[in-house]
C-alpha cells in the first residue's frame, strides 16, 4: 500500500508540469496531476502530488532537469469521526436504479406541451430547462445517493459536485442550491451530519452558488445530495439531442471511480489510486463547461451511474445518430483497468451493460477489461461532449491547461447505423 500523497510540487507553467510528470514517471516515481487546491497560490492551475517519502529525490530529478519547483506539504487528512462505509453495501451512483426501470415509469408519464419547456424528460438529459425570457431559460436537477466513501466531509463533496455537474452538462451557471438528507436520528454521531453537510457547502461556494436550505428525514443508511438551480441562455443550452455526424467525442475525466471503490471495500485498492478516484470524484466540471460554451458545443451529458455506455446512447438515441467509441483511447484511472482485469468488477457494470447491449455493436476481440471500464459507474465522472473535429487540438489544449489534463478525444458520430453504439 502506498503511503498517501500529502507533497504538492508547484510550477511556473503547464508546460513545467508536463516536463515534470514526464521526468517523474520515468524514474518510478508514483505522482498524480492535479487542480492547485484554491488555498494555495500558484502561477500555474495544475500541481503534482507525490508521496511525501518521495519528497528529496523528486526535487533533485526536476533540479536536473532544470525546472523550478516549490515544495507544499499538506497536512496529512484527519480521520474522520465516523466510517460511512460501515452503513451500506453499494454507495454513490452505483445505486441507481437498472436504467430501464427508470425510463419505462418515465417514459408513461404524460408529454408536457409547454413551449417554454426546452428540456424535459423524453431525452434523457441530465437537467430540466424552462425559458424564462428570451434571455434566461433556468436549469433545474436534483441527484442524491448513500456514502461513497469513509470521511463524512468528504462524501459531502462529492455528493455535491455530482449534483452540481448536471447544470455544467447543459452549459450553464449554478445559481443555489439545497440540501437533500436523509441521516439517522440514532446510532450515527451528529458531527457526522455537520461534516457532510460542510463539504456540501464548500462544493457549492466552490461553483458560485448558494446554499439555501434544505429539507431532512430520519432514514438509514445515511443518504445526501442537492436540488440545484442554473442558468443559461436560451440559444446557449447543452442538450443530447443535437449531436450530428462527424463530430468529435471528447471525455474530460478518466474513468475507473466505481471500480476503484469496489476495490477499496475489498482491500484491493492501493491508497494512492484510491484518492486519485476520490479527487476526481471531488473536482467540479465548472471549467469544462466554460470552455464547452467558448468553443460553441451545443450536445454534451456527464458520464455517471449508467456508465459511458448509458450516457453516450441517451446522445445517440436523442440525436438519432451513432456513436463510435475506441476503447483503447479512454483513458482511466491509475489502477482501475488493473482491478478490472482481476476481477473486480462492480455489479452496475452488468445492470449497465444489460441497458446498453441490445443497442450496442461490440467488436470482436475487445479487451474484456476495457469494455467493462466503458459500463463502470462513475460517480461525478466528467463531460462527454461532441466537437467539431477543426477544434478538438484547441478545446483539448484548453482542457489540459484549465485543470482537466487526462481529456482526450475517444470516437466520433456518424450517421444512424444498425446501432446506435459502436464499441472497439
Given at each position: 500500500m502506498h503511503s498517501p500523497m500529502n507533497t504538492l510540487l508547484l510550477f511556473e507553467s503547464t508546460r513545467s508540469v508536463i516536463k515534470a510528470e514526464e521526468c517523474l514517471r520515468s524514474n518510478d516515481i508514483d505522482c498524480q496531476v492535479i487542480p492547485v487546491p484554491k488555498a494555495i497560490s500558484s502561477e500555474c492551475g495544475m500541481a503534482i502530488?507525490?508521496?511525501?517519502?518521495?519528497?528529496?529525490?523528486?526535487?533533485?530529478?526536476?533540479?536536473?532537469?532544470?525546472?523550478?519547483?516549490?515544495?507544499?506539504?499538506?497536512?496529512?487528512?484527519?480521520?474522520?469521526c465516523f466510517d460511512l462505509l460501515t452503513t451500506v453495501e453499494q454507495g454513490g451512483c452505483s445505486a441507481k436504479l437498472p436504467p430501464e426501470v427508470l425510463f419505462d415509469a418515465v417514459d408513461r408519464l404524460p408529454k408536457n406541451?409547454?413551449?417554454?419547456?426546452?428540456?424535459?424528460?423524453?431525452?434523457?438529459?441530465?437537467?430540466?430547462?424552462?425559458?424564462?425570457?428570451?434571455?434566461?431559460?433556468?436549469?433545474?436537477?436534483t441527484d442524491f445517493f448513500p456514502?461513497?466513501?469513509?470521511?463524512?466531509?468528504?462524501?459531502?463533496?462529492?455528493a455535491a459536485a455530482n449534483a452540481l455537474s448536471d447544470v455544467y452538462a447543459m452549459g450553464g451557471r449554478v445559481l443555489s442550491a439545497m440540501n437533500l438528507v436523509?441521516?439517522?436520528?440514532?446510532?450515527?454521531p451528529f458531527e457526522a451530519l455537520h461534516e457532510i453537510i460542510r463539504g456540501g457547502q464548500e462544493k457549492v461556494a466552490e461553483a458560485g452558488g448558494n446554499l439555501v436550505?434544505?429539507?431532512?428525514?430520519?432514514?438509514?443508511?445515511?443518504?445526501?445530495?442537492?436540488?440545484?438551480?442554473?442558468?443559461?441562455?436560451?440559444?446557449?443550452?447543452?442538450?443530447?439531442?443535437?449531436?450530428?455526424?462527424?463530430?468529435?467525442?471528447?471525455?474530460?475525466?478518466?474513468?475507473?471511480?466505481?471500480?476503484?471503490?469496489?476495490g477499496q471495500r475489498l482491500g484491493r485498492a492501493s491508497a494512492a489510486d484510491y484518492r486519485r478516484a476520490l479527487d476526481s470524484m471531488k473536482q467540479l466540471n465548472r471549467t469544462a463547461a466554460e470552455i464547452m460554451q467558448e468553443f460553441n458545443i451545443r450536445t454534451a451529458t456527464d458520464v455517471t451511474g449508467f456508465g459511458l455506455l448509458g450516457h453516450a446512447l441517451n446522445i445517440a438515441k436523442a440525436s438519432n445518430i451513432s456513436l463510435e467509441i475506441e476503447t483503447s483511447l479512454i483513458p482511466a484511472l491509475p489502477g482501475a483497468l488493473e482491478l478490472l482485469d482481476e476481477g473486480c468488477i462492480p455489479g452496475a457494470c452488468y445492470r449497465n451493460l444489460d441497458h446498453v447491449e441490445a443497442a450496442t455493436d461490440f467488436t470482436a476481440g475487445l479487451s474484456y477489461p476495457r469494455k467493462m471500464l466503458s459500463l463502470d459507474p462513475q460517480t461525478s465522472g466528467g463531460l462527454l461532449m461532441c466537437a467539431p473535429p477543426e477544434a478538438t487540438d484547441s478545446i483539448l489544449a484548453e482542457l489540459h491547461q484549465r485543470g482537466c489534463p487526462f481529456a482526450a478525444v475517444i470516437g466520433q458520430t456518424t450517421a444512424l447505423e444498425q446501432n446506435h453504439l459502436v464499441v472497439r
Open positions: 502530488s507525490i508521496d511525501t517519502a518521495a519528497k528529496e529525490r523528486a526535487e533533485e530529478l526536476l533540479q536536473e532537469r532544470g525546472l523550478k519547483v516549490r515544495i507544499h506539504e499538506q497536512a496529512a487528512p484527519k480521520k474522520p406541451s409547454d413551449p417554454n419547456l426546452l428540456v424535459g424528460c423524453g431525452t434523457g438529459d441530465d437537467a430540466g430547462a424552462y425559458r424564462l425570457t428570451d434571455e434566461i431559460a433556468l436549469i433545474e436537477t456514502p461513497i466513501c469513509s470521511d463524512p466531509f468528504e462524501f459531502g463533496q462529492i436523509m441521516f439517522p436520528a440514532s446510532g450515527i436550505g434544505g429539507h431532512t428525514i430520519a432514514d438509514y443508511p445515511p443518504k445526501y445530495g442537492l436540488a440545484v438551480t442554473g442558468t443559461v441562455h436560451p440559444e446557449r443550452l447543452i442538450t443530447n439531442a443535437n449531436a450530428t455526424p462527424g463530430q468529435v467525442l471528447i471525455l474530460t475525466k478518466p474513468l475507473g471511480t466505481g471500480t476503484l471503490v469496489a
